[in-house]
């Protein structure tokens, strides 16, 4: 807990209330009924989410990291307009033309939200984008998606049977340079 918390607090454009905190935290104990297969508890967790977490967007409509975590648990609770209204608005605030650090983050909440409400042309968009750059992942610690996280995230199970998102699960065939057994030694010859 205290790992999350530390992560949550020092999160760019993450509020410094535990207020806000519980209701991120809210809404992953949502997400962990749900694939536990707990539908009715996660319903009750992604509404105690949203009710803990909204008081927070009036007093900072700037967060894109709060907005993110309103529209995921718009997601939860299905309502696909107020998902992608508030994706888009995160996207707005930070646009990666602007800022190549964070401004991915709202991409992948982006490509979750679609992937999650029947959107796979945007989902599959997005994660072409987010798998060409290197950037920090919107959740967890930071980690950004990579073919192996796709193929395991459980948000991404909509896409399994369409083949574009199937070529991005591939891992991709190393280059020349990390495959070939004299690199180390030409690295330290430079």
């Not at 409400?117 to 750059?133: F, H, Q, T, W």
């Given at each position: ?43 009750e967790s992604w509404r ?113 049977n369409d083949p574009r998102?199937q070529r991005l699960c ?21």
């Open positions: 807990m205290r790992d999350w918390l530390l992560f949550s607090i020092n999160r760019p454009g993450a509020p410094l209330t535990l207020g806000s905190i519980t209701g991120e935290l809210r809404f992953y104990l949502g997400w962990a009924q749900q694939v536990a297969g707990d539908h009715t508890a996660a319903q105690q989410a949203g009710s803990e977490l909204e008081p927070f967007l009036k007093e900072q409509p700037e967060n894109f990291s709060l907005v993110g975590d309103l529209a995921l648990t718009s997601v939860g609770l299905g309502d696909k307009p107020a998902a992608f209204k508030l994706i888009e608005r995160a996207m707005a605030m930070i646009p990666i033309e602007k800022d190549a650090v964070q401004g991915p983050i709202p991409i992948e909440i982006l490509a979750r939200v679609s992937a999650q409400m029947g959107e796979p042309d945007r989902a599959v968009a997005a994660l072409e984008k987010l798998l060409s750059i290197p950037y920090d992942g919107a959740l967890a610690q930071n980690v950004p998606l990579t073919p192996a996280l796709l193929r395991l995230d459980p948000m991404f199970d909509p896409l399994r998102f591939e891992d991709k065939p190393k280059s020349t340079w990390e495959s070939s057994s004299s690199a180390p030694d030409a690295a330290q010859n430079l």
